[in-house]
């Protein structure tokens, strides 16, 4: 049933959560994805809210899982996932002003597809965003440190207000909730 395929979606209910979404999202709102995986934040956003969403991946093989996950939930209209590289999407022009972006440790890629640094993710994000949109981002395990997090706060200025900062001890990241000014 629909049910227990939501069921199963534990780590993104728990991420949905931790992170706010729950209180910070709904049917009005546009969502992009960079680094969206197999889609499932997206497609959990959209069968709970019934909001527009787009994820961009460059794995083709985790792209076709979300739409197939998102034609079992009938959210397929609502959920627009897409195997290309973020500088393709951006490049496409096809696709802007989004009220909330989501980046989880998709700045600096292992495999080397999408390799920036973080103020031009930021810089990028900011273009993707509507004003006053919000962005999810979380860093990754190296970027998490103190250090690394007041470098991360001052990149955001003139660009985001931070709204959120928390530390995950579990997974070693640290998530941003951040404001477009």
């Given amino acids: 049933t629909q049910l227990s395929v939501i069921a199963r979606c534990r780590p993104t209910e728990g991420r949905f959560r931790e992170y706010g979404f729950y209180e910070l999202l709904s049917q009005d709102d546009k969502m992009l994805d960079l680094g969206c995986n197999n889609g499932f934040m997206l ?3 959209a069968y709970l809210f019934g909001c527009q969403t787009v994820g961009v991946d460059h794995n083709e093989y ?3 899982i979300g739409k197939k996950c998102a034609e079992y939930l009938e959210v397929s209209k609502l959920v627009s996932l897409q195997s290309k590289t973020i500088q393709d999407f951006v490049h ?3 696709e802007r002003d989004f ?3 989501i980046s989880f440790a998709t700045h600096h890629t292992n495999d080397g597809g999408y390799r920036v640094e973080i103020s031009d993710h930021l810089k990028l994000v900011h273009q993707l965003l509507k004003k006053s949109g919000l962005f999810f981002f979380e860093t ?3 970027h998490s440190s103190e ?3 007041s470098f991360i706060i001052e990149e955001c200025g003139g660009l985001f207000k931070v709204i959120r900062n928390i530390y995950f001890q579990d997974t070693n990241r640290r998530f941003f909730l951040l404001k477009k000014i």
Avoid: D
């Fill in 62 to 64: 985790t792209i076709n």
């Fill in 92 to 94: 496409s022009k096809e």
């Fill in 140 to 142: 990754h395990m190296t």
């Fill in 43 to 45: 497609i959990y956003a």
């Fill in 99 to 101: 009220t909330k972006v």
């Fill in 147 to 149: 250090e690394n997090q």
